[in-house]
């Protein structure tokens, strides 16, 4: 039989690879280890009271995390709009109290506003802020000092001679006849006697120190303004962008635009109607020295004074006047009269329109309404800042409402 090599030349079987040269046993992998499985979160669990829906409270700084809100119940929610009610209520009773004060705030605001122009423009001019604040201040303190010096005197003087003449107007009226019946008729003098009695002394007494009261307090109102003024002033553009930075930031540019516009026309008109008030002041006072009228120079003070009041105060002022011509003589009342007729036309139709052509522009109708209304709320002061609240609300009412009322 033939014999087959060790390669096996069965041809059944398949020849595989050579046989390695030394064969090493195979070593014992260990199996592989499976990781854990992560075990799920917890779910947390809102303690109870606490709302799940709120975000979760973040971090404060220095001073911890801050708790979560409260929970909302009918409870909560009810009394926290009683406690507003009561807020809203306890304020209302703040502001009515404090109302004296708060139109004297005003005033100072408003004479800030209309007074910054002549700060910024002394300014200009290479004059420190603080020294043209004091400049400005002095002028005002001048033309007050200048206002009490005018019409002071003549009313001490008036009343002084009226205080002479009552004994010869008593002998006067004890020579009329029917005076004499009249007081022998209904017993005048015993009626005097029974009321000359203590309670008649103390009203007159407290008449007395209520008026002391009225000097004293007008004074103190009076400084008061006249500090605030200074002090908004001085602190004009710090207070100006404090109140800009109360808007967000996305309005802001926007806002103070608009609100430079305000008061840059709430300046003018004061500046305006200043030179308007002096222009006026000074025509009176020449006219009052050419038709010999009695203290011509407190006549000018009330016209400038009056001529501040929009739509009714220089005819108030001409009012005032011409009754004073009429007391002098008829003929000085009747030149009184035309003089004031032909300058308010003047004034109506050439002074008026060319001096505020540039610093507000608003319908008379308006202008009268909210002259009206300010009167109504706050006396000669509400008269005086309704011609500049009304150019504010237009200039609102144009670049902010009518716009968005247009885009809807």
């Not at 004073?324 to 139709?349: H, K, S």
Request: one cysteine or more; a neutral charge; glycine letters at 10%.
């Amino acid at each position: 039989m033939p014999q087959h090599g060790p390669s096996g030349d069965d041809p059944d079987v398949t020849p595989g690879p050579p046989p390695a040269e030394n064969p090493q046993p195979a070593e014992t992998r260990a199996p592989e280890e499976t990781p854990p499985a992560e075990a799920p979160a917890p779910v947390p669990v809102p303690a109870p009271g606490i709302d799940p829906d709120e975000p979760p409270a973040v971090p404060s700084g220095k001073f911890g995390t801050p708790g979560r809100p409260l929970r909302r119940s009918s409870f909560l929610i009810g009394f926290t709009g009683a406690l507003g009610v009561l807020l809203a209520y306890t304020l209302y009773l703040g502001i009515r109290n404090a109302g004296g004060i708060l139109v004297l705030v005003v005033i100072a605001l408003f004479l800030a506003v209309g007074l910054n122009p002549a700060v910024v423009r002394l300014g200009r001019w290479g004059v420190p802020h603080g020294l043209a604040v004091a400049a400005v201040a002095l002028t005002v303190v001048l033309l007050l000092c200048g206002g009490v010096v005018a019409l002071v005197p003549p009313i001490v003087t008036q009343s002084g001679q009226f205080i002479d003449q009552i004994p010869s107007l008593l002998d006067e009226l004890r020579r009329n006849p029917t005076v004499n019946d009249l007081v022998e008729r209904y017993d005048v003098v015993e009626r005097v006697q029974g009321a000359a009695n203590a309670e008649t002394v103390g009203r007159a007494l407290g008449g007395v120190l209520g008026g002391a009261q009225l000097i004293f307090g007008t004074v103190f109102r009076t400084l008061t303004v006249l500090v605030l003024t200074i002090y908004f002033l001085a602190y004009f553009d710090r207070l100006r962008s404090l109140g800009y930075s109360l808007v967000p930031r996305s309005r802001r540019h926007r806002v103070q635009l608009i609100g430079d516009e305000i008061l840059a026309k709430v300046g003018a008109y004061m500046v305006g109607a200043l030179s308007i008030a002096v222009l006026a002041g000074a025509t009176t006072f020449m006219f009052a020295l050419i038709v010999d009228l009695p203290y011509p120079f407190a006549l000018a003070v009330v016209v400038a004074v009056t001529d501040l009041i929009p739509q009714i105060g220089a005819t108030l002022g001409a009012v005032i006047v011409s009754l004073v011509g009429f007391a002098a003589d008829l003929p000085t009342g009747i030149a009184c009269a035309v003089f004031f007729l032909i300058y308010q036309q003047v004034e109506n139709y050439l002074i008026y329109p060319k001096v505020m052509r540039r610093s507000v522009e608003v319908n008379e109708v308006a202008a009268l309404l909210a002259a009206l209304l300010g009167v109504a709320l706050l006396g000669v002061v509400g008269a005086l800042i309704a011609i500049p609240t009304v150019a504010a609300l237009q200039l609102i009412l144009r670049e902010v409402v009518l716009p968005r009322q247009e885009r809807r």
